[in-house]
């Protein structure tokens, strides 16, 4: 039994479908869990969603923006920009199937591995959650995406403030931080106030403002994390981090670490993808 992580597939079906058999992926032996953003910008959506639901357990994925857009443009919280590559979806046939599997997927999702535990999520974490609070502020979304008030949820799930985690946040405003800290965020301050403008890689940081995984004192640090969603990152490998969005829809690869006896012990396996959009 083998355990895998893969980054940003955005709709990019045929690359999903290559990755697979280029591990030698085996739905009876082996676990791959996708680190969101499975849908939009490329050429099969819909497809996507066919084989992670055809695959029961054996694919556990996560929700990144891109998926929960599709969500809002489902139930018209949100117009599809020109961009968005979402009618496969919103078009076929067993929509409704696909967008019901969709709402019920995580926001974030945790492994045990020899002892230790591998924390996974789209984007980021807040410096203040540790990985109980990280699951369990996830569950709050989760609760709400699965019940009746998903509708009315979408329609207010947009916008950039409140921009900083406070333990006494209520409502709306709670769910938003939640999912923007999950899903959208790569830069933060200090103390911890979310950037959502720039998109730079890394050593690009806008001034006063660090990687979310640089801030000292992150109560996650020393817990192995796999997040996607930034593609001028790139691939990421550190002793307790790992960054798999290698722009697979830009025309760079979709990638895949195969984890050994104990999470230190990783592969790299990619494959190159055809470019779907143009970056920018």
């Not at 597939?9 to 045929?14: A, K, L």
Request: glycine residues 10%.
């Amino acid at each position: 039994m083998a355990i895998y992580c893969i980054g940003d597939i955005q709709g990019c079906d045929g690359a999903l479908g290559r990755l697979l058999d280029t591990i030698g992926f085996s739905a009876s032996r082996d676990t791959v869990y996708l680190l969101g953003d499975l849908v939009n910008r490329g050429p099969d959506s819909a497809a996507v969603l066919r084989r992670c639901m055809q695959q029961g357990d054996a694919i556990r994925c996560l929700l990144g923006n891109h998926d929960l857009h599709l969500l809002a443009a489902a139930h018209g919280a949100r117009k599809p920009s020109r961009r968005d590559t979402l009618a496969s979806v919103l078009d076929a046939p067993d929509r409704s199937a696909l967008l019901e599997w969709l709402r019920h997927q995580p926001l974030a999702r945790s492994h045990e591995h020899s002892g230790q535990t591998l924390l996974m999520v789209h984007a980021g974490v807040v410096p203040a959650w540790s990985t109980a609070d990280t699951l369990a502020r996830a569950q709050e979304v989760q609760d709400v995406l699965r019940s009746p008030d998903l509708p009315a949820f979408l329609h207010a799930m947009y916008g950039n403030r409140p921009d900083n985690w406070d333990d006494t946040l209520t409502g709306t405003d709670r769910l938003r931080v939640i999912v923007n800290a999950l899903t959208r965020m790569r830069f933060c301050s200090s103390g911890g106030v979310m950037d959502f403008e720039s998109t730079e890689s890394a050593s690009a940081a806008p001034e006063g403002l660090m990687p979310w995984f640089d801030v000292p004192g992150r109560r996650t640090a020393g817990t192995l994390m796999a997040f996607g969603h930034w593609s001028t990152l790139g691939w990421l490998n550190r002793s307790d981090l790992l960054g798999l969005d290698t722009g697979c829809v830009w025309g760079g690869c979709l990638s895949a670490v195969r984890f050994g006896k104990t999470l230190a012990d990783r592969e790299l396996l990619q494959v190159h993808c055809e470019q779907a959009q143009q970056p920018g």
